[in-house]
């Protein structure tokens, strides 16, 4: 059974930093995209970042890009997502999402209620 735990989060104040972890087990796939998700109170689940099966290609919602960083470390079976520059409307539940095979695509077109593996998420606040 796959198994993702996310790790990291925690109260930053505004412009702060805080790192990430999602360490996935039972993962029964040699190659898998992952990404991560937020939810803030009130609001849907929203895309934030995918990177790719080895990862060569990364992409980020444009609410984010240019202050977090996507990572993977295949070795360790962990994904990371380093986050500069916080904003308090970053305030939310942060979760991993794994999706098996080569290609990020099928994480960044994710609609609400889709995705099979997810993480039980990591609560990142951050004041003003």
């Known amino acids: 059974e796959v198994q993702l735990v996310e790790s990291g989060g925690g109260l930053v104040q505004a412009g702060g930093s805080l790192k990430l972890s999602c360490a996935i087990s039972?993962?029964?796939?040699?190659?898998?995209?992952m990404g991560w998700f937020r939810q803030a109170p009130g609001k849907e689940r929203e895309f934030i970042a995918a990177i790719n099966w080895n990862g060569g290609s990364t992409y980020y919602a444009d609410s984010v890009l240019g202050r977090f960083t996507i990572s993977r470390d295949n070795a360790k079976s962990t994904v990371s997502l380093q986050m500069n520059r916080l904003k308090p409307e970053d305030t939310a539940v942060y979760y991993c999402?794994?999706?098996?095979?080569?290609?990020?695509?099928?994480?960044?077109?994710?609609?609400?209620?889709?995705?099979?593996?997810w993480g039980q998420g990591t609560q990142v606040t951050v004041s003003s």
């Open positions: 999402n794994l999706e098996p095979g080569f290609s990020e695509v099928p994480i960044i077109q994710r609609k609400p209620g889709e995705g099979d593996y």
């Open positions: 039972g993962n029964p796939w040699s190659s898998y995209a």
